[in-house]
């Protein structure tokens, strides 16, 4: 069977996108999706995506780790297949779809995407770092010397021993100004530093406004792969109206044989 991909990346973050209206694609084949992710035997990429039809939004999102296993939301991915959908014509600037944490809205303007994420409720503090769910689960510490730090290392054994065989993304933080910061992330599911993680980043922002790292409700986020910023609006219940802003690309398609 040939497959059709688009290859698509957001500020470093690399996935792979298929058409999958007409259901052609064996979503159970793990060891497949684990292939074609697979940088030297397969097409490459931090994860491959599903773009699928919904029976009341514009479309549906499944989303696969590198390591051919469901994921839970992917950020970057999300305003790829934003991209993606408004390059095969299914959406105009805006659009509704359904991820595994629920429904998201997101909007196409000036070459930029805009992904409205959940709302959090709750940010867990404990001692030097923060911990909270922005539709996947991450770990977000405050270290010095960022650009040095080993960032795979140190990352595996939070995301292993801390928080057991569920995992959770770490994302290691240096300050830069009020209202700016460095981030660096380690992935569960790639297992390895990736070059942007837009729930890490969102996870960073809403971690670093309530302990009062910074005090806009915009944040710019600073990443090996490139920039990303937050805005949202803090209320008596949380953290609402949470948006991902930053671009998204397409870089090649293609056909493979599966």
């Not at 209206?21 to 599903?50: E, Q």
Request: charged share 20%.
């Amino acid at each position: 069977m040939e497959l059709q991909f688009y290859k698509y990346q957001g500020t470093g973050n690399d996935f792979i996108l298929v058409d999958n209206r007409p259901l052609l694609f064996p979503k159970n084949d793990t060891k497949l999706v684990a292939k074609l992710c697979d940088r030297k035997f397969g097409i490459g990429a931090d994860g491959l995506i599903l773009l699928e039809e919904h029976p009341t939004a514009d479309f549906s999102m499944v989303y696969y780790n590198a390591d051919g296993n469901l994921s839970s939301m992917c950020g970057n991915g999300g305003r790829c297949i934003t991209h993606f959908a408004h390059f095969l014509g299914l959406i105009e600037t805006t659009a509704t779809f359904e991820a595994i944490d629920g429904l998201h809205e997101t909007k196409i303007e000036n070459e930029l995407v805009y992904l409205k994420m959940q709302d959090v409720a709750e940010i867990q503090q404990e001692g030097d770092f923060s911990f909270l769910d922005t539709g996947s689960p991450h770990h977000v510490e405050i270290v010095e010397n960022l650009s040095t730090f080993d960032v795979v290392i140190l990352g595996r054994n939070i995301r292993n021993n801390r928080y057991g065989k569920a995992g959770a993304n770490v994302n290691f933080v240096e300050r830069l100004s009020e209202n700016k910061f460095a981030v660096r992330t380690y992935e569960r599911g790639v297992e390895d530093e990736t070059l942007s993680c837009g729930t890490g980043v969102t996870a960073v922002a809403l971690a670093m406004h309530a302990t009062g790292m910074a005090t806009s409700e915009k944040i710019t986020l600073q990443q090996p792969g490139g920039t990303l910023q937050i805005t949202f609006s803090k209320t008596e219940n949380g953290y609402e109206n949470v948006f991902l802003i930053g671009p998204a690309t397409q870089v090649f398609k293609g056909i493979i044989t599966i």
